[in-house]
């Protein structure tokens, strides 16, 4: 009785020359009609960039409140606590484009996060620092972020990496916005301490590596960080003999940075809320006397509702 409804939608998608029709509609709009966007998403130097506007405080609001609730519900005055933004490539363009109000994102969230101390990443990215077909940051782009924060969260790093080329990849933007555009590279950052680290998935139950190459054969291939999307995952340094502890509250932007601080700690945990409630945190995560690092980017901090 649901055939005719499920093949209606399977043609939809699969109809002769789709993508064909779709990039002429796309060069229609934008070169015969110039319009700046199409869905949001424009071309800028070859990178195709999500236009996010306005700024919707509430969901800041919401965002610091879910925050503030960790901190009350699980911190003392032993743990040292901090946060950063991630902006999305939208910053990093000309003026020509809707932007969020970066600088009162910043200030609502000082204002409102008592007893955290902001670590400002901004100078650290530029464009060239994101994917071209996607939003998230490049992990080789990433070493002078990792810098800023361990220098403001007081611990040490290397910065002596072999850098290796994965494979290619068309990011989500490719899809939504049908145009030609360069081709990304997923590349990985190796040295000692990150190719022995091992990674225990409390979702899945397994332990693994840093990198996860089974990901290459799925959906997103920067899965290959960390093994992508889950709600808590723990990185063990047993090269790192001072037994000091770091929790990051984060978003997917962090499966590629947090191997750059691996070095600083014997264990880092990472939670992510979008999938994981914060009223069960005490039951997986030993908060003790561990630094605490709250790193999420512009677009989940303007879209907080996904956040458990």
Same mark, same amino acid.
């Given at each position: 009785?649901n055939?005719?409804?499920?093949?209606?939608?399977?043609a939809?998608?699969?109809f002769?020359q789709?993508?064909?029709?779709?990039?002429? =509609?796309?060069s229609v709009e934008?070169d015969? @009609?110039?319009?700046?966007d199409?869905?949001?998403?424009?071309?800028?130097?070859d990178?195709?960039?999500e236009?996010?506007y306005?700024?919707?405080?509430?969901?800041?609001?919401?965002?610091?409140? =879910?925050?503030?609730y960790? =901190?009350?519900?699980y911190?003392?005055e032993?743990?040292?606590?901090?946060?950063?933004?991630?902006p !999305?490539?939208?910053y990093?363009t000309?003026?020509?484009?809707l932007?969020?109000?970066?600088?009162?994102?910043?200030?609502?969230?000082?204002?409102n996060l008592?007893?955290?101390?902001?670590?400002d990443?901004?100078?650290d990215?530029?464009?060239d +620092?994101?994917?071209?077909?996607?939003?998230?940051?490049?992990?080789?782009?990433?070493?002078?972020?990792?810098?800023?924060i361990?220098?403001?969260?007081?611990?040490?790093?290397?910065?002596?990496?072999?850098?290796?080329?994965?494979?290619? @990849?068309?990011?989500?933007y490719?899809?939504?916005?049908?145009i030609?555009?360069?081709e990304?590279?997923?590349?990985?950052?190796?040295? %000692?301490t990150?190719g022995?680290?091992?990674?225990?998935n409390? $979702?899945?139950?397994e332990?693994? $590596?840093?990198? %996860? @190459?089974k990901?290459?054969?799925?959906y997103?291939?920067? !899965?290959i960080?960390?093994?992508?999307?889950?709600?808590?995952?723990?990185i063990?340094?047993?090269? %790192?003999?001072?037994?000091?502890?770091?929790i990051?509250?984060?978003d997917?932007?962090?499966?590629?940075?947090?191997?750059?601080?691996t070095?600083?700690y014997?264990?880092?945990?990472?939670?992510?809320?979008?999938?994981? +409630?914060?009223?069960?945190l005490?039951e997986?995560?030993? @908060?003790?006397?561990?630094?605490?690092?709250?790193l999420?980017?512009t677009?989940?901090?303007?879209?907080?509702?996904?956040?458990?």
């Open positions: 009785g055939f005719a409804t499920k093949f209606d939608n399977y939809m998608d699969n002769y789709r993508e064909t029709f779709r990039k002429l =509609k796309t934008l015969v @009609f110039k319009k700046q199409v869905n949001k998403i424009y071309k800028y130097n990178f195709l960039v236009q996010i306005p700024l919707d405080e509430k969901s800041v609001t919401n965002l610091i409140n =879910k925050i503030n960790i =901190k009350d519900s911190l003392k032993t743990n040292k606590i901090y946060y950063s933004i991630i !999305d490539k939208n990093y000309d003026n020509n484009h932007k969020l109000d970066y600088d009162k994102m910043k200030q609502i969230m000082q204002n008592k007893d955290l101390q902001y670590i990443i901004f100078q990215l530029g464009l +620092s994101y994917y071209y077909t996607d939003s998230h940051w490049k992990q080789e782009k990433l070493q002078n972020v990792a810098k800023t361990a220098q403001n969260m007081n611990f040490n790093i290397s910065e002596n990496y072999n850098e290796q080329k994965i494979t290619t @990849f068309k990011g989500v490719a899809g939504q916005l049908p030609n555009t360069k990304d590279e997923i590349r990985i950052l190796i040295n %000692n990150i022995y680290a091992n990674v225990y409390y $979702e899945t139950k332990q693994g $590596e840093i990198y %996860n @190459f990901k290459l054969n799925g997103d291939k920067y !899965d960080y960390l093994s992508g999307a889950t709600p808590l995952i723990e063990s340094n047993s090269n %790192n003999k001072e037994n000091k502890t770091l990051i509250f984060r997917s932007y962090a499966s590629s940075l947090a191997p750059l601080l070095e600083g014997s264990k880092i945990t990472l939670v992510d809320t979008r999938y994981i +409630s914060p009223k069960i005490n997986y995560v030993d @908060f003790e006397n561990a630094d605490i690092l709250f999420y980017s677009l989940v901090i303007n879209s907080s509702m996904a956040l458990k």
